[in-house]
């Protein structure tokens, strides 16, 4: 696309649903995670803190769903490792802040 071209409102408004449903998923799965780790002992938020806790658990996710398929798309996509390096720095920090706020609202 050039810089000049500018999407239709409709086509944002549709790209903007699908992000928020996104959202939601890696929330929602986020927390079905954070409760699993949270039966592991060692692992619970009376052992570790909130923020341990959150951190680990945007890691891990981050570790081996997200960077996995983003480097696919430079081995088969031929993206650059810029392009790669932008992608998996925005989820990583994307997830941390979703599995920040999951684990200070998690009971302890």
């Known amino acids: 696309m050039s810089m000049d071209q500018k999407p239709a409102a409709g086509v944002m408004i549709k790209g903007m649903i699908i992000m928020v449903i996104g959202c939601y998923l890696t929330a929602m799965v986020l927390a079905h995670n954070a ?4 039966m592991v002992p060692g692992m619970s938020l009376s052992d570790i803190s909130a923020v341990k806790f959150g ?4 890691f891990f996710t981050w ?3 997200y960077v996995p398929q983003h480097l696919s798309g430079v081995a ?5 490792w810029k392009l790669f390096a932008i992608n998996v720095a925005y989820a990583f ?3 941390q802040v979703v599995s920040q706020i999951l684990s200070h609202m998690m009971p302890k």
């Open 76 to 80: 088969w996509e031929n993206k650059s």
């Open 35 to 38: 409760a699993a780790w949270s």
């Open 93 to 95: 920090v994307a997830l």
């Open 63 to 65: 570790l081996g769903f």
């Open 55 to 58: 951190f680990m658990g945007g």
